[in-house]
């Protein structure tokens, strides 16, 4: 069982964008569905009316939870790694460089060729690149990028099997119960 300090903290995070997500006004498309939309009681007609907006917000709130979840959790936790503009990583745990991504859908040459960049660089250093990334449904051509950089590539489940095998937290399971109780629903 978790301490009730460390779950209202992340209760905050949620909470925050909660709050955005109620006054947020929409309009464009997306048909996906994932375990923080549940939480939020998200529906894919609601989500379909602006998929930038909500690919945007529901991917910083998931950085924000693991990287909140490492950082309350590991004792050798590392806040994110920035380079000039860029920050290349979200937090570390040990030798573990880790990026958090909601979905990987850009395959654009920019994009790709960083994944690569930052992967072999890491590398170089003696980490391990690590993506943690929530959605199932990602571009082929953007994993396959990361996996030629390098990095070593969590899908879904096997997300959440690294976070709780990192943390001792199963982050799924709270998220579940969170989304059955209905606490951060977002009314309309």
Request: glycine share 10%; with cysteine; hydrophobic share 35%.
């Amino acid at each position: 069982m978790m301490p009730e300090q460390f779950e209202a903290q992340l209760k905050v995070i949620l909470s925050q964008y909660r709050n955005n997500f109620t006054d947020k006004e929409y309009d464009e498309e997306n048909e996906d569905h994932d375990i923080l939309m549940d939480v939020f009681g998200i529906t894919p007609l609601l989500k379909r009316e602006n998929r930038q907006y909500w690919g945007r917000e529901l991917g910083m709130c998931w950085q924000r939870l693991v990287c909140e979840v490492f950082r309350l959790n590991c004792a050798d936790y590392k806040p994110a790694i920035r380079i000039g503009g860029d920050e290349p990583s979200d937090c570390g745990i040990g030798t573990d460089v880790i990026d958090t991504k909601y979905r990987i859908g850009s395959g654009d040459s920019g994009t790709l060729k960083k994944f690569k960049q930052y992967g072999k660089m890491f590398q170089e250093q003696g980490l391990t690149p690590i993506l943690l990334i929530l959605r199932e449904d990602n571009l082929p051509a953007a994993i396959g990028a990361c996996k030629v950089g390098g990095w070593k590539i969590h899908i879904g489940d096997g997300t959440f099997d690294y976070i709780k095998n990192k943390s001792k937290f199963d982050l799924k399971t709270w998220l579940q119960s969170l989304a059955k109780a209905k606490e951060f629903y977002v009314s309309r």
